[in-house]
């Protein structure tokens, strides 16, 4: 069965560390999308992608960056980690360029910056 | 600002009640509206779109009210299994990721 994945589903890192999370879809989806989650606030859009070497930010993207080299992957780079990046990072997937359709979430990965 | 507000809750409501619980939008461009669940220390999974006419699916009711800016949805017969966080999503004119708007979530415990 098609699925999203993500890994690892537990880190822990340190203040100043650069810490890459993986995000791999098997449906095929051109949209991808990382999301954080920290009590308090809804879910806030990191960055996403609507296709091959295509990038863009989001809400709250400072401090982290992605690439997409491939349909399937969308990797999740904290450059230099801080604690107020701590939370719980879910990857997305969807199909339809421009248009709202719906999102499939990976599981999560709890990030703990010490 | 694209803001969407919820009632975080929690609500307590016995096993077979039935629950509704709202969710306000500010921005009057918005183009779609969902419901998603989220169980505790889970992804967030769609529940259901809502429609302008209202729509139904099982024991879960969506409706829209566009003049007064907000979604609502029912819970009929609740089961214990209901318990979890209700998010809100709302997509705003021009689409595409930067337009989707997740509430903070309404928390529902359903008690035996």
């Known amino acids: 069965d098609a699925e999203i994945t993500q890994s690892p589903r537990h880190k822990i890192t340190e203040t100043g560390r650069q810490v890459t999370l993986a995000c791999h879809q098997t449906w095929n989806h051109n949209n991808m999308f990382w999301y954080r989650q920290d009590l308090g606030h809804g879910l806030r859009l990191i960055h996403y992608?609507?296709?091959?070497?295509?990038?863009n930010k989001g809400e709250v993207s400072d401090g982290y960056s992605v690439s997409r080299s491939n349909t399937e992957d969308l990797p999740l780079t904290l450059e230099s980690a801080a604690s107020s990046q701590t939370s719980v990072y879910f990857c997305a997937s969807s199909t339809r360029k421009g248009y709202t359709d719906t999102q499939y979430f990976g599981p999560g990965t709890r990030l703990t910056v010490l | 600002r694209k803001e969407v507000e919820q009632d975080p809750g929690p609500f307590n409501v016995p096993e077979g009640a039935t629950v509704a619980f709202n969710c306000t939008y500010s921005n009057s461009a918005s183009q779609s509206f969902f419901w998603y669940r989220q169980d505790c220390r889970k992804e967030p999974k769609l529940l259901m779109s809502v429609y302008s006419s209202g729509n139904e699916d099982g024991r879960f009711t969506a409706q829209l009210n566009r003049a007064s800016q907000y979604i609502s949805l029912l819970i009929r017969d609740s089961k214990l299994s209901d318990s979890a966080t209700y998010l809100c999503?709302?997509?705003?004119?021009?689409?595409?990721?930067?337009?989707?708007?997740f509430g903070k979530g309404t928390h529902l415990i359903i008690q035996p």
């Open positions: 992608s609507y296709g091959v070497q295509d990038t």
């Open positions: 999503v709302v997509s705003y004119s021009g689409g595409g990721a930067d337009g989707l708007t």
